[in-house]
């Protein structure tokens, strides 16, 4: 079974969310921050992408709470 490019960007940021927790915006800003700076622009599109997708399971989570 080969994953969509969508599914793998929810599969991060659940990984982030497991991981992370609440810190999860702080560690993901870093990645694009880090990818920023060393001129990494598809890198830093990608984790921009995840981030995204995180902050939709953050409302989510605040919303069923």
Do not use: C, P
């Not at 921009?48 to 605040?62: C, H, I, P």
Request: proline share 0%; aromatic share 8%; charged share 30%.
């Amino acid at each position: 079974m080969t994953l969509t490019r969508d599914q793998e960007l929810w599969g991060m940021a659940l990984w982030i969310e497991k991981h992370h927790g609440d810190a999860g915006h702080e560690f993901i800003a870093a990645k694009i921050d880090q990818l920023t700076r060393a001129g990494e622009e598809d890198g830093a599109k990608l984790w921009q992408d995840v981030a995204n997708r995180y902050e939709q399971l953050s409302e989510r989570k605040s919303h069923s709470s």
